[in-house]
């Protein structure tokens, strides 16, 4: 086995839920019918989806009932994820938290509270990556949803939130521990956290279970070093102070504009496009366990730390700075570039919220109980994932001919329909290209978005409907 990319031939949809044991038989064909109706156009509703009224009816139904689970639906997704990722060697799974916001004056039945006024809940998803520069999005391989039903209790001390069995922060080493379970050791993961997975707790439960992880670091932690006068108490920053840079490059940082809230303001400030400088440098430091921690925590972690700085960033333009806390090897610049390379790959699983959110339009379903949404979720989670390769592929796989990727019918539509502008055997580019302009892309605006391919594979799997019956009349 190596790392090399294996063929990411897009299997039919209704794999990702082919066994999934819903308890009877015909529920379980209920779904793929379900699935089928949704695949041609994610973001249309269920009504739309459904066709007619008694297949709304039939849908409605397998949504509410009693036997049917989230986990039960999601299970024959998660093992396939797995399969893609035994594929490889090592496999990146970035794990982060979304809202999911629910609008209307009617409470609806089981939802809590959230930051802002609203109704909803949260998802913290752990999502298998690619670890080559094609970030092939393989699955997700966790999920837990999490509601905020009582009433907030205000800043509480640090021993109350370690004692909460209901602690939020739990969630990063239930992921954790979720994915490597499943995984089963078919491939080695590397967990890819942003800044709110900064924890000692869960540094050190990776660390305990030799666990390989990248985390970027919010806070300038207090590390253990050795002078001459013995073990001193310094900082992260001061123990990088001392080593060079061993790497520079240029990358472009794309626009940010403003987020919504002061608290993410601060976090993300707006950016206007720029190519922007890094230097890299890196060090091997001890964590000590902060004060406010209960001894039963080790009292110091070995880690690993790469630092990434903006070398003269323009005037008014926030400065690039990256900390990186990671399990991972710091020989060479080698080693460090490989680890920034895959914490870039976190924000795959930004897109993927995007796809999941506005190209499956889920906080739009008019679902009234926690069950039926959970459900729907279940449903839609491989649909976003699908949507996200079509995307990922489009802008990755250029030399690939597309039957490698695409059936044969879809791609002898796109030929047949594309009036010249596709060759016989055109590429995977070539034919995603084609599917992104079927959706409204314009080759002046650059790369495609997952929404212009979702768009316009929608549009193909329409016309090879007619395709395929129309061969069927002739013969």
């Known amino acids: 086995m190596s790392n090399a990319r294996p063929s990411p031939g897009l299997t039919p949809l209704s794999e990702e839920y082919a066994g999934a044991d819903l308890g009877d038989v015909r529920l379980s064909k209920r779904l793929q019918r ?107 391989v966790n999920v837990e949803t999490l509601f905020r039903l009582a009433k907030a209790r205000g800043k509480r001390s640090h021993r109350a939130l370690r004692e909460d069995p209901n602690n939020e922060s739990k969630r990063w080493s239930r992921g954790v521990d979720g994915a490597e379970d499943r995984v089963a050791g ?91 400088r890094l230097a890299f440098r890196a060090v091997a430091v001890v964590l000590a366990r902060p004060c406010q921690l209960p001894s039963t925590l080790p009292a110091s972690l070995r880690v690993n730390v790469v630092l990434v700085r903006e070398v003269d960033p323009p005037p008014g333009q926030p400065e690039v700075c990256w900390t990186l806390l990671t399990s991972e090897p710091v020989q060479n610049a080698d080693d460090i570039l490989r680890i920034v390379d895959w914490y870039r790959a976190r924000w795959t699983i930004e897109e993927y919220f995007k796809a999941l959110k506005l190209g499956c339009a889920y906080e739009a379903r008019q679902l009234e109980t926690r069950r039926t949404l959970l459900n729907a979720l279940s449903i839609l989670l491989p649909i976003a994932w699908r949507l996200l390769t079509l995307r990922n592929l489009a802008r990755s796989d250029g030399d690939r001919l597309a039957t490698t990727v695409l059936p044969r019918a879809q791609v002898d539509v796109l030929v047949a329909t594309s009036k010249g502008r596709l060759p016989p055997t055109p590429t995977v580019r070539q034919a995603m290209l084609d599917i992104a302009r079927r959706g409204g892309h314009i080759k002046a605006n650059g790369e495609p978005g997952w929404q212009v391919l979702g768009r316009g594979y929608h549009d193909l799997l329409l016309l090879e409907l007619g395709w395929v019956a129309g061969r069927n009349s002739i013969l």
Do not use: W
């Open 34 to 140: 379900i699935v089928c109706g949704l695949e041609a156009d994610p973001a249309q509703s269920f009504p739309k989806a459904a066709g007619s009224d008694s297949e709304l009816e039939a849908t409605y139904r397998l949504l509410r009932n009693d036997a049917v689970t989230p986990e039960a639906i999601i299970a024959p997704h998660y093992a396939m994820t797995c399969e893609r990722a035994s594929q490889y060697d090592t496999v990146l799974a970035v794990h982060d938290t979304t809202e999911f916001r629910f609008s209307g004056e009617t409470r609806r039945e089981g939802l809590g509270r959230l930051g802002q006024k609203g109704q909803g809940f949260f998802a913290h998803v752990s999502l298998c990556v690619a670890p080559d520069e094609t970030r092939l999005p393989l699955g997700v």
């Open 186 to 276: 078919r491939a080695s993961l590397v967990h890819l956290m942003d800044r709110e997975g900064d924890a000692y707790e869960l540094v050190a439960h990776m660390v305990q279970d030799k666990r390989r992880f990248i985390v970027r670091s919010a806070h300038d932690r207090v590390v253990m070093q050795m002078g001459s006068d013995g073990r001193t108490r310094s900082r992260i920053s001061d123990a990088a102070a001392g080593t060079a840079d061993v790497a520079l490059r240029d990358v472009p940082l794309s626009r940010r504009g403003a987020p919504r809230t002061p608290s993410m303001r601060k976090l993300h400030p707006p950016r206007e496009y720029r190519v922007a």
